[in-house]
Structure formats: structure tokens, C-alpha cells
């Protein structure tokens, strides 16, 4: 008898054993309460970490924000995503080393700041090249830009998308713009880069690359007298509270390159990945469709702020401006490559 219970107590155990051993495994592969269930299974446990320079009311940081609702959502809280502003993790300076060490997993860096890199990411810089942000974003939807951002996997990094900011502005504190001649002896900031350095040499200005987290006081102890940028970008960092003038040229652009890095990537499973990726073409689709309207809205808080006086350039203003540049043009139109100059120029 005794023997009997014995053998009972043994099985008993080893039953509750079983039964703890599954509750545990369904605990990890179904997700979390916050809407988890069985349509999560096999999406793995991650936190992604968003670095990027600028404001909050900008498109690039909208953007972000519509990956981290989508991917946090379709993974059923499985995947937490992290989205720093205004170089709150890593700046222009340090972002792309970390991407690569995969201390971040997602950069947004203006195109500009990668031409190190590359020289097709002079693109955004070439004078008066696209005429609009579909322009834009239809070449590097391409042939041409794709295989541009190919050309970032030596590094072990991923181009993801491109998103549009907009065309860029110049603002100075020392007087009007309205002609090329105008810009000789001022020291303007740029994102970095030969091609915006021509483009001021060839004004008869000089330029100093400045990261954007240090540009306001850099403008504010004139450091530099002027700087060029998109409305969104300049109102959003107040940088009328330290600016005289603005002059809408047009003349480049800032677009950014959605980067990660391939460690990262290629430690993700199919499903977590497919997840991933909604978040990339739902963050990409609110970028665009919202870059020209937050400019737009930009443009008008700083005619009402009223602390800059603006100048648009006319028609025939340009037309001076693209003589003027039309070497400098011409001289990158080579160095980045005729064939994908002609490609964007299509566009
Ligand atoms: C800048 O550095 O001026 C901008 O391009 C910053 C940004 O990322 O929009």
C-alpha cells in the first residue's frame, strides 16, 4: 500500500512538472498581454533604439514615432522601440560609429553627412537639382539611389528608405540675400561635405561644418554669420531668435537616409523582421506625406514670429544663382557619376 502511494506521488509530480513547463514556454512565444496572442508567436523579445538630431515637429521625428506605434503594436508589445530627439543619444558626430557597433539600430542622417561615405550622397547638395520632394524620393525609390545605399554594406550598414525633409533656405545675420554676389565674405555653416564647400567657395564665401545639435549657439556667438536649412528645421530650433534674414532659394536639400546596421538585421527572424519592416514603410509613407506640410506650416510661424525678414528669390534671382553654381555643378555632376546625374535629372 505504501509502495502504491508512493508511486502515485511520483506521477503526480511529474504531471505538475509538465504542466509548469508548458504554461512557461506558451509565456514566451505568445506575447505579451498588451494584444500578444497566438498571431505573435515567434516574434523575438527587442528594444530598438531611434537616434536622430532634430525637433520633435519635424517630419523625421513623426516618422519615427509611426515605426514605434506600428512595430510596437503589430508585435503585440513583444518589440519596444525607443525614439531619441535632438541628439539626445548620439549626434552628428558619433551616430553612424555606433550604428555600425550596433549600440543604435535605427539613424536618420541628413544625406549630407554621409558623403564620406559615398559620393552619390551628394545628391541633396547638387544645385537646383529636383523640383520637388516626389522628385526626390522617386530617385531613390530607383535603380540608381538603390544602389547608392548598396554601397553603405561594406560598413556593415542598411539603407532602408529615403524620407524627405525639403529644399533648403539660407538665413544670415549680417544682410539681405537676393544675389550671388551678396554671399562674399560671409562664413555660412554647412551639414558637411566638399560639395556645399565648393558651392560657398565658389560665392566668394567661406563655410565651416558645424554639427545641427551645436548650430543655434554657434549662429547665436556668430561662429558662422549664416546657415542654409529647411523651414522645419529652422523654425523648429528657433534659429530666427538668433537670424536677421532669410532668403527662400530653394538652391539644395536636406533628405535623409534611414539606416541600420546589419548585425542587428540579420539577428532578427522572419516574423520579427516582417514586423520590423511595416514599421519601416509606415514611418517612410508619414515622413513623406508629411515633410511639405510641416515646412509649409513652419514657413508661416516664422513670417508671423516675424523675427527674420524674407526674401524669395525671383525667377530670374535662381537663374543667376544656377549660373553662378553651374561649375560646381558640373565638376560633382562627374564626380558623383553622369549616369546617375542624367537618372535624377529625369525625375
Ligand atoms: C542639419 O544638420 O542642418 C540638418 O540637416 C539636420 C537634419 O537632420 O535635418
Not at 558619433?94 to 552619390?120: C, H, R, T, W
Not at 551628394?122 to 547608392?148: H, Q, T, Y
Not at 547665436?220 to 534674414?245: A, H, L, M, P, R
Request: glycine content about 8%.
Amino acid at each position: 500500500m505504501m509502495k502504491m502511494k508512493k508511486l502515485f506521488l511520483a506521477a503526480l509530480t511529474l504531471v505538475l512538472m509538465f504542466t509548469l513547463a508548458a504554461c512557461g514556454n506558451s509565456e514566451k512565444t505568445e506575447g505579451s498581454s498588451s494584444g500578444g496572442g497566438a498571431e505573435n508567436d515567434g516574434i523575438q523579445e527587442v528594444t530598438i533604439k531611434i537616434s536622430h538630431v532634430v525637433a520633435e515637429n519635424t517630419p523625421k521625428h513623426q516618422g519615427a514615432l509611426k515605426m514605434k506605434e506600428v512595430i510596437e503594436e503589430e508585435s503585440g508589445g513583444k518589440i519596444k522601440v525607443q525614439v531619441y530627439p535632438n541628439s539626445s543619444l548620439f549626434g552628428d558626430k558619433d551616430e553612424y560609429q555606433n550604428l555600425v557597433a550596433d549600440n543604435v539600430q535605427f539613424i536618420l542622417p541628413d544625406m549630407s553627412k554621409l558623403v564620406g561615405n559615398d559620393p552619390g550622397f551628394n545628391i541633396p547638395a547638387m544645385p537646383f537639382l529636383f523640383e520637388s520632394d516626389e522628385a526626390a524620393n522617386a530617385f531613390w525609390d530607383g535603380e540608381k539611389g538603390k544602389e547608392i545605399f548598396k554601397r553603405l554594406e561594406k560598413d556593415g550598414v542598411l539603407g532602408q528608405a529615403m524620407w524627405p525633409n525639403g529644399a533648403k533656405h539660407m538665413t544670415n545675420d549680417k544682410k539681405p540675400i537676393a544675389k550671388p554676389e551678396d554671399l562674399k565674405g560671409m562664413k555660412i555653416r554647412t551639414q558637411g561635405g566638399q560639395l556645399l564647400e565648393a558651392l560657398y567657395d565658389e560665392l566668394g564665401a567661406g563655410s565651416a561644418s558645424i554639427p545641427f545639435g551645436e548650430l543655434y549657439t554657434a549662429l547665436q556667438q556668430g561662429t558662422v554669420d549664416g546657415q542654409e536649412n529647411t523651414f522645419s528645421n529652422i523654425e523648429s530650433k528657433k534659429f530666427d531668435e538668433v537670424q536677421k534674414y532669410m532668403t527662400i532659394m530653394g538652391h539644395t536639400r536636406v533628405d535623409y537616409a534611414l539606416l541600420t546596421n546589419t548585425k542587428f538585421w540579420d539577428s532578427l527572424n522572419e516574423e520579427t523582421k516582417t514586423v520590423v519592416q511595416k514599421g519601416i514603410d509606415e514611418g517612410t509613407k508619414l515622413a513623406r506625406e508629411s515633410a511639405k506640410q510641416l515646412n509649409d506650416d513652419a514657413l508661416a510661424k516664422l513670417k508671423k514670429n516675424g523675427q527674420v525678414e524674407i526674401h524669395e528669390l525671383s525667377e530670374e534671382e535662381v537663374e543667376a544663382f544656377k549660373k553662378a553654381l553651374a561649375p560646381v555643378y558640373n565638376e560633382y555632376a562627374d564626380i558623383i557619376g553622369k549616369d546617375i546625374i542624367e537618372d535624377a535629372e529625369s525625375k
